[in-house]
């Protein structure tokens, strides 16, 4: 990733989740991927996929709580009421986080106890053309 990805990804971020203390760094040992920090702490990662020539990025982000906390978690962590989790149709795994009305992305339980979860946000090329 280049110093213009690296810079609109953080933009991108920063909107989503209505914080400017979003930051996106180069990962020091895969300069393809990149770390996304909150403050002093890094909170999660973005993976490059070229695939089919269409370039887009993962991000992803562990959350370490539980189903019934998730939304008060991340409305705290990054200090926005305006993000809300909403129910999937058909889908009792998974969750979807909102910004608003708008789709931000798919939380996923990482173990059946449901413990722990991971947020998942496809980033498409378009989606950084006004960063």
Known sequence: MDKVELRKL???LRKAFGNEGI???PDKRNPDDADVHFGERKIGTIIV???DGD???AFAMGLPVERPVLQDYLRRLFENDRLKIVP???KTDSVELN???DFLGVISADDPKGKSFTLQI???DFDLEEF
Do not use: H, N
Request: hydrophobic share 35%; no cysteine.
């Open 10 to 12: 953080q933009g991108f």
């Open 23 to 25: 930051r996106v760094t």
């Open 49 to 51: 996929d070229d695939e």
């Open 55 to 57: 370039r887009s990025f």
């Open 88 to 90: 999937r149709p058909k």
């Open 99 to 101: 910004a608003g009305e």
């Open 122 to 124: 496809a980033i498409l």
